[in-house]
């Protein structure tokens, strides 16, 4: 299967998501896209190892992350399934964090009143995967784990749309499970999917309570493209290192969670050929229930059925 490359330029780089943008790039199924992303905030490492931002933002059409794309798929079908594989992500040498520089609800349910603003700068390091940053003459590192915020197609709809929202295809999920090795399925929304990705993670705790992870460009991000006939979805699930993933996306964080319980029971009856009630039964003692993000107007939770929690054998 062929591998296909694409650079950030001004002409493979949206800040919204649309059917409508010309295509970077042609696949085929079982197709891998090597990328280079921009840090969501547009920025990028200058030879010096340094964040600078090379281009204007367009208007109309920069509004939000960075985002490569859109990819076009051949026999991408609406109503099918997009297998996106993860196999490789590495990190650019720096990453930031703000935190306190919204007047919204998280701000103020947390005391921030006079709304202080606060950029971490990181170093990063993508060989020893640590990341280092200082707070009052105080050195803190973190551990990383990259992953990208942005793995979607835009909605059915026509028109040019928001990169902020998670939807049933996939977008701004922000799920820090989905490292490499990682296996995301994805409802195709359009015909020929326009695949866009981005918003790069360093590492990032479930929620994400500042509005922002540690933000980063990545050098290099790897996905294989497969599409699938016969797995229908109406709402995103993974196979991660950690367990298979179910996703709920609603302003409500009930609906939500909602929402990825139904994924997640659904999962375990195509799984262990299971009824509702004995996939809640079992579920109640192995799924654990996480929020993903709180920050994107759309909320996220996510259900996790870790691997190896049930063994099944016949009595």
Known sequence: MAVHRIYPDQDSMYGTVSAEFKPVVTIQSGDSVQYSLFDAGWGTSSSEGQRFKPYERRPEIDLGHALCGPVYINGARK?????????????????????????NWQNRMLGLTEYEEI????KLDSVTRVGWTTIKDRA????????????????????IHSTWPPR?????ID???????????LPISVDGAYF???????TQGDGEISCQAIECPMESARLTFQVHEDMPLTLP??????????????EDLNEATVQAMDGMLNLMGRLYGLNRVEAIALGSAVVDL?????????????????????HSEMS
């Not at 803190?140 to 028109?159: A, C, D, H, K, T």
């Open 140 to 159: 803190f590192s973190v551990g990383l784990r990259p992953f990208l915020g942005f793995l979607g197609m835009p909605p059915e709809e026509s028109g």
């Open 196 to 202: 866009f990705a981005g918003d790069g993670h360093a």
């Open 119 to 122: 950029v971490l700068e990181w």
């Open 237 to 250: 699930i993974a196979n991660t290192d950690i367990g298979w993933i179910t996703f709920g996306f609603h």
């Open 79 to 103: 109503g099918m399934t997009l297998e996106v594989r993860i196999d490789e992500l590495i990190p650019g040498p720096y990453g930031f964090t703000a935190a306190g520089q919204y007047p």
């Open 175 to 185: 799920c820090k499970e989905l490292t490499v090795g990682s296996r995301l399925y």
């Open 290 to 310: 996480r929020i993903t993000q709180v920050v994107n107007g759309v909320k996220g939770v996510h259900a996790v059925l870790p691997h190896h929690a049930l």
């Open 168 to 172: 049933f295809s996939g977008g701004n």
